[in-house]
Each structure stands twice: as structure tokens, then as C-alpha cells.
């Protein structure tokens, strides 16, 4: 059974209209919930014309309570406050691409990014997050071939000059030509 304090609470408003109005369809229920509770209702009844649980409707009548027709959204997610923040993303791509970039040889991973995340930025995301985030924001993640940190440029320049014209290693100067 209702309160008389809740009772109090839910007087001033016309839930029907608020639900008629209200796009999103968890809210509309439960402004409808409430509609039937100003209605004289038992949980138990309203529970059962919903096809909810009853501890859900008494859940909603706390909600209310607490806060209002605006708390009746629902809970704040504990993810949502681990996101990237939309002004920290092109500082968190010069992050990316400088770690690449001090990488002498391999590649960066998902883990080393998923590091950087967490320390440079302070939000935690999962692995599987981390390839999204960088889905989102173009980064490829897998690397072009990895340098070697013992290759030597010249070296190799000089390889390529002394390999015969019809060799395999040549197959470029022969599409070329």
C-alpha cells in the first residue's frame, strides 16, 4: 500500500499526458506505472497490467521520490562516465601516433593503448573497447610492417642497387618497364 506521503507526491501530476508525450519507451512505462498507482492501484496490480515485477514499480516509486519525473530515466551507467571524452580525442590520436613513433621496432597493441588510456587520459576501457574507440576515430591499429631496430637504411639501399634487373626481388622495374 502507497504512502499518504507518496500519494502527496503524485497528485500534482498528469502522468497520462507526460506518458503520451514521452518517446522513449522505459520511461513511458513507468509514467504509465505511476498513472495507475495515482489511480489507486496496488504494486501488485500495476505489476501485473505492465507485466513488470512488483519490486519494479516500488524501484520506480523510489526513483520519484528521490528526484522527480526526471529521475524516472533510469540510472546513470558506471561505462558511460568511461568514455574518451569528445575534446580529448584528437589529443588522445598525437598520443597514439607519438607512441607509434617511439616504438623502435613491432607495433603498438591494443594493451599498450589501452595503457595509455588509463594513464595519460584516466578512463578505462576494455580491450575490446580500445579497437572501437580506435574504429571510431580512423586510427588503424595494426601497423604497417614493422622496422626492425638493428635494419640499416643504407645497407639496404645498397642491396636493392646490386640486384639484377630480371631477379625477383626486381619485380617493380619490371612492371615499370
Not at 47 to 69: D, E, I, K, N, P
Not at 140 to 165: G, H, M, N, T
Request: proline share 3%; with cysteine.
Amino acid at each position: 500500500m502507497l504512502s499518504q506521503h507518496i500519494i502527496d507526491q503524485l497528485r500534482p501530476y498528469d502522468f497520462d499526458r507526460l506518458a503520451h508525450k514521452e518517446k522513449d519507451g522505459r520511461r513511458r512505462l513507468r509514467l504509465i506505472a505511476l498513472a495507475h498507482l495515482k489511480d489507486g492501484k496496488s504494486y501488485t496490480e500495476v505489476a501485473a497490467a505492465l507485466r513488470v515485477t512488483r519490486h519494479a514499480v516500488m524501484r520506480w516509486v523510489q526513483w520519484f521520490s528521490a528526484g522527480g519525473v526526471a529521475r524516472l530515466a533510469g540510472l546513470p551507467h558506471d561505462w558511460s562516465t568511461q568514455r574518451l571524452a569528445k575534446e580529448q580525442e584528437e589529443a588522445f590520436r598525437q598520443a597514439v601516433e607519438q607512441l607509434q613513433r617511439e616504438r623502435g621496432g613491432g607495433r603498438v597493441r591494443g594493451e599498450d593503448i589501452r595503457q595509455l588510456l588509463a594513464g595519460q587520459f584516466g578512463v578505462a576501457y576494455s580491450l575490446n573497447g580500445v579497437y572501437d574507440l580506435l574504429k571510431r576515430l580512423g586510427l588503424v591499429w595494426i601497423s604497417a610492417r614493422a622496422v626492425s631496430p638493428y635494419a640499416d637504411p643504407v645497407a639496404q639501399a645498397e642491396f636493392k642497387k646490386k640486384l639484377r634487373p630480371g631477379s625477383r626481388g626486381n619485380a617493380a622495374a619490371r612492371h615499370c618497364a
